[in-house]
């Protein structure tokens, strides 16, 4: 079984957002008294090109690597180190790469010079919380040139009418967890998930979050039932 496997190339990131507010690498930070604003390059910055004592890579061929999730991609206080960033992925064309963002509409500066049509083994996710992000983002992010592209409605927090989403593969959507979480409505998830069939994209809702409303109640679900929740509504396409 192939495993997925985590790269953070640098951590740290600035709220921009309605979907920030409750940001879990700002939980986890306070944690130990970090400032989540300090952006920092990481240890972890050559991950990819790494190799063991054996010669072979530390990431072995055929992972999907979870990219930047302590950060944004296209934050632009990582404009430095973003193309030694993207060298790897393209040398490591036997991996697949994935990051999320809230920051398409800076693309059209991070791209690299080689990208063309987009680099067939990076996916990115464009975060579009509500409609007002929704109508914001996903302009530029349709337009964009991207191999792969998926729109992520995590945290959901309202109902979001999609446009046309010619070349998305997926949606997927989940509520917010932690303990101010915001409510999440079932019947947003299936608005979404209409039009997603309607458009023949595929749909995932990946989690309830930690206020779910369904048929008029609100559930308190722990953080740990939150993903299997999801999964008992069988609601995937």
């Not at 990431?59 to 990219?67: A, E, F, K, M, Q």
Request: net charge positive; charged share 25%; aromatic share 12%.
């Amino acid at each position: 079984m192939i495993r997925d496997c985590g790269w953070n190339p640098w951590h740290g990131c600035t709220k921009i957002s309605e979907g920030c507010r409750h940001c879990y690498v700002y939980r986890f930070d306070s944690r130990y008294g970090k400032d989540s604003r300090e952006v920092t390059k990481t240890a972890a910055f050559s991950l990819p090109i790494q190799r063991k004592k054996n010669g072979d890579y530390k990431i072995p061929s055929g992972r999907l690597v979870y990219t930047c999730f302590s950060s944004d991609f296209f934050l632009d206080k990582a404009d430095a180190w973003r193309p030694a960033a993207w060298e790897m992925m393209r040398i490591r064309e036997d991996l697949h790469f994935l990051f999320i963002t809230k920051r398409i509409d800076r693309i059209a500066l991070c791209l690299p010079d080689d990208w063309g049509k987009g680099y067939p083994n990076v996916t990115i996710g464009c975060t579009v919380e509500n409609q007002q992000m929704c109508d914001y983002r996903l302009p530029y992010f349709l337009q964009a040139p991207i191999a792969h592209k998926i729109i992520v409605c995590e945290p959901l927090l309202s109902s979001i009418t999609l446009p046309s989403c010619k070349g998305v593969e997926q949606v997927i959507a989940g509520g917010e967890s932690g303990y101010n979480a915001r409510p999440c409505h079932y019947e947003w998830l299936l608005h979404l998930r209409a039009q997603c069939a309607e458009q023949n994209i595929g749909f995932h809702f990946k989690q309830t979050g930690a206020l779910f409303i369904k048929d008029g109640h609100a559930y308190h679900i722990p953080r740990h039932e939150q993903i299997s929740q999801a999964h008992k509504a069988g609601i995937d396409l």
